[in-house]
Nanobody, 123 residues
């Protein structure tokens, strides 16, 4: 599975961004998909994940109520809608894929990673 993340940028606090992750590969639509982020000097951390059907999702406590993960299997694309952004959301955001079926929140559970997209939130 190959993953290509896009949609990052610079936004003011309180603003919104939508990240996209385009997946390619014959069975990519059956994979669990996740978003992680890594700020400078910090470890990569879980943000959100979604099951292959979209029926199950999980979020980090820090983004619950502000971020929404979704997927369009017809387009092999996963989205992360980020609202009410805060300066502490600044990081490189990575999409990842896992064979599943459970929705994982650990970095080690994901075997495929995209290249990352920078999100910067100014105060």
């Amino acid at each position: 599975v190959q993953l290509q993340a896009s949609g990052g940028g610079l936004v003011q606090a309180g603003g919104s961004l939508r990240l996209s992750c385009a997946a390619s590969g014959r069975t990519s639509s059956t994979y669990v998909m996740g978003w992680f982020r890594q700020a400078p000097g910090k470890e990569r951390e879980f943000v959100a994940a979604i099951s292959w059907s979209g029926g199950s999702t999980d979020y980090a406590d820090s983004v619950k109520g502000r971020f929404t993960i979704s997927r369009d299997n017809a387009k092999n694309t996963v989205y992360l809608q980020m609202n009410s952004l805060k300066p502490e959301d600044t990081a490189v955001y990575y999409c990842a894929a896992d064979r599943g079926p459970s929705v994982g929140i650990q970095v080690e559970e994901y075997g495929y990673w995209g290249q990352g997209t920078q999100v910067t939130v100014s105060s």
